[in-house]
């Protein structure tokens, strides 16, 4: 393919290329980047007829999704076991009430700000990965999904968010240009929200995070805060009682009292 600018060389990748030619690059770039399909290619796939036949019935089967090479070959009931039972174990969530893919999904959804989250994600993932070699399949097969919702009749609004994520991707290394971008509002829940993933804990207490919130420079009403962790279920820590302050900042705060001379009782 000759070399030119990039909507050239798109034009002519789609026109050029074949079926098969298309398929074989897919294939190399998943080798490269997956060490579990060619250890799966040498070992199960080329040396078990029995795995192959078990292979061609999953082809057949579209029904449910596969997450791993072990369920190509029948062995992933007992990985599916041991996911349900690490699932069940890990349900009582660890950040004031959400689960850690809950929390994740929060912070995507702020950093990218009033635009559509699956963009920004598209966008953030893509620029990050693009210099490292083939892209990972998660981000091919996402980046397809993509493509083809914004083809279907009304999904043209995605293009342009993409291209808006796109903008805001590019701020990521300023962190003055995110917070412009953002704006104040976003800015502080995205910081909260980062707070709760680095300090877990079943609940948290208003004057803890309002704490934080100053310690960045981010005035924030007490209201404001739980209305926010109202509408996303962050649990706060309701139990009555204030801080024990130390001795030291007491004796800041609260002047001593003033000393009184002494009355000496008359002799006799």
Not at 96 to 110: A, S, W
Not at 125 to 134: I, Q, V
Not at 180 to 191: I, S, V
Request: hydrophobic residues 40%.
């Amino acid at each position: 393919m000759t070399a030119g600018p990039p909507s050239a060389r798109l034009f002519q990748s789609i026109v050029e290329a074949t079926d098969e030619s298309a398929t074989v690059s897919v294939l190399l770039d998943l080798c490269r980047t997956s060490p579990a399909l060619r250890l799966w290619l040498y070992d199960d796939f080329a040396r078990d007829p029995a795995r192959r036949a078990e292979f061609a019935r999953v082809l057949k089967a579209t029904d449910r999704p596969v997450q791993r090479f072990a369920e190509l070959s029948g062995d992933g009931a007992g990985w599916q076991d041991e996911r349900q039972r690490l699932r069940a174990r890990l349900a009582g969530a660890t950040f004031g009430g959400l689960t850690f893919d809950q929390l994740k999904e929060l912070i995507v959804r702020y950093q990218a700000g009033r635009g559509e989250p699956a963009a920004f994600l598209l966008a953030i993932e893509w620029r990050r990965h693009r210099r490292s070699g083939p892209l990972p399949p998660r981000l091919v097969r996402a980046a397809a999904d993509f493509l083809d919702a914004a083809l279907a009749p009304g999904g043209a609004v995605l293009l342009r968010q993409l291209a808006r994520a796109v903008e805001l991707a590019e701020s990521f290394g300023n962190r003055a240009r995110l917070r412009a971008a953002l704006g104040f509002t976003d800015w502080w829940k995205l910081n909260l929200l980062l707070y709760l993933m680095r300090h877990p804990a079943p609940s948290y207490r208003t004057r803890d995070l309002l704490r934080h919130l100053t310690g960045q420079g981010l005035r924030v009403s007490s209201r404001a805060l739980r209305q926010f962790c109202t509408e996303h279920g962050i649990v706060r820590d309701m139990r009555p009682g204030r801080p024990s302050p130390d001795r030291s900042t007491a004796a800041r705060a609260i002047p001593p009292p003033p000393s009184r001379p002494q009355r000496r009782r008359p002799a006799g």
